[in-house]
Nanobody, 122 residues
């Protein structure tokens, strides 16, 4: 059973914006994160947020361009991506922790979505 469902990916041009959404279908997640995997590369951390949204953390490569947020009433986590670059091209994954502590480590996330493709043309 799929617990996390991402949407919002697509093909855009460099400089454009996209907003990814992740619907959370389990009540067992607290801190949430976004990761991405580019072709031929390992999956890497992008951003994370605590359950209440009061704390966030970002990878240096996206800081100032991406914003993670959540609407718990809608069971949805968002990733607003602005000023997109070709190097942002990747499959983006939503992930959930069973504790309310921020983490940049893939191994500390229990729930994973199936991913949504983001392609940025230069």
């Amino acid at each position: 059973q799929v617990q996390l469902v991402e949407s919002g990916g697509g093909l855009v041009q460099a400089g454009d914006s996209l907003r990814l959404s992740c619907v959370v279908r389990t009540a067992s997640t607290y801190a949430m994160g976004w990761f991405r995997q580019a072709p031929g590369k390992e999956r890497e951390f992008v951003a994370a947020i605590t359950w209440g949204g009061s704390s966030t953390t970002y990878a240096d490569s996206v800081k100032g361009r991406f914003t993670i947020s959540r609407d718990n009433a809608k069971n949805t986590v968002y990733l607003q991506m602005n000023s997109l670059k070709s190097e942002d091209t990747a499959i983006y994954y939503c992930a959930g922790r069973v504790t309310n502590v921020l983490s940049t480590m893939e191994s500390q996330y229990y729930y994973w979505g199936q991913g949504t493709q983001v392609t940025v043309s230069s």
